[in-house]
């Protein structure tokens, strides 16, 4: 974010303390504010899609509107669809709420529709997406990534299913700042140091990956959350509890986790605790 240019700022109260920045290049920027808990946080966005030569969709505009007792973040998004430019007027969903939603509408996609029916099915509309490659979620479980019908409009899927989710793919990264000792050194040891184990603690949570910071995504380590006794026709319900990843940093020197979700769930990250090897 250091040396971007804001250009509007908008503020979500409900059902999160959320500031939304609008950055002069059409990416996003959130700020996270908990004043009880004394907690600030940013973090930087990407619509999917492309606009010209930006590998991103640029937000032009942006409002939040009470929606159902929270507030909605609305955006319009300019993209290149099928070779021609084009502008959508988008919205945030709502955080995922077990309360609320189910898995199998888990919403985790950008530009994304929901598509429902009584019967099976494997082909939906997605006219306004034309030509894309789309993640899907389909009653609850992940497909393989299919691509819009250039000219028809239509998306077809491997397998059956009686509610389907799909739109552009992104992915959730977390990376994490680099542990410091404290001004009276009860933080952290002085001397140079390796990651060797972290310590996840997570709530309805699927598709995550771990490793270090610089690392490629198809190096991190994927946590496996489906068990030997679980029907491999069934979709994998979302996983609480912990998970324990072995890291071994490439040298004593600051090594930085990295988190990563590249299927169309929800991460919520509770907890998380590492443990280190010093040179000191």
């Not at 959320?18 to 996003?28: F, Q």
């Not at 930087?44 to 409002?63: C, T």
């Not at 009470?66 to 969903?93: C, H, T």
Request: glycine content about 8%; overall charge negative; aromatic content about 8%.
């Amino acid at each position: 974010l250091v040396g971007k240019e804001i250009k509007e700022i908008v503020y979500q109260k409900q059902p999160h303390s959320l500031t939304w920045c609008r950055m002069k290049d059409g990416t996003l920027a959130s700020m996270s504010f908990e004043d009880t808990l004394e907690v600030v946080g940013w973090g930087q966005h990407e619509i999917a899609g492309e606009d010209g030569s930006k590998a991103y969709g640029s937000v032009e505009s942006m409002a939040v509107i009470p929606a159902g007792g929270r507030d909605q973040l609305w955006m319009i998004v300019k993209r290149d669809i099928n070779g021609s430019p084009v502008r959508y007027v988008e919205f945030l969903e709502k955080f995922y709420e077990p309360t609320e939603t189910t898995q199998d509408l888990a919403h985790f996609v950008d530009c994304g529709l929901y598509k429902t029916d009584s019967s099976e099915f494997t082909t939906a509309n997605y006219l306004h997406l034309k030509a894309e490659e789309l993640r899907i979620l389909g009653d609850g479980a992940v497909q393989p990534n299919a691509t819009v019908n250039s000219s028809s409009g239509v998306l077809t899927i491997n397998t059956a299913v009686k509610k389907l989710v799909a739109g552009l793919p992104y992915n959730s990264e977390l990376t994490c700042l680099t542990p410091k000792q404290a001004v009276d050194g009860s933080l952290f040891v002085v001397g140079r140091d390796r990651v060797v184990k972290a310590h996840l603690l997570l709530h309805d949570t699927l598709g995550v990956k771990i490793g270090l910071f610089g690392q490629d995504d198809d190096d991190l380590e994927e946590f496996i959350f489906r068990l030997t006794q679980d029907d491999l026709n069934t979709m994998v319900p979302l996983f609480t509890g912990n998970k324990t990843a072995n890291i071994l940093s490439r040298s004593l020197d600051e090594e930085q986790i990295k988190i990563l979700c590249d299927q169309p769930f929800p991460m919520t990250l509770v907890a998380l605790v590492s443990e280190h090897e010093m040179n000191v």
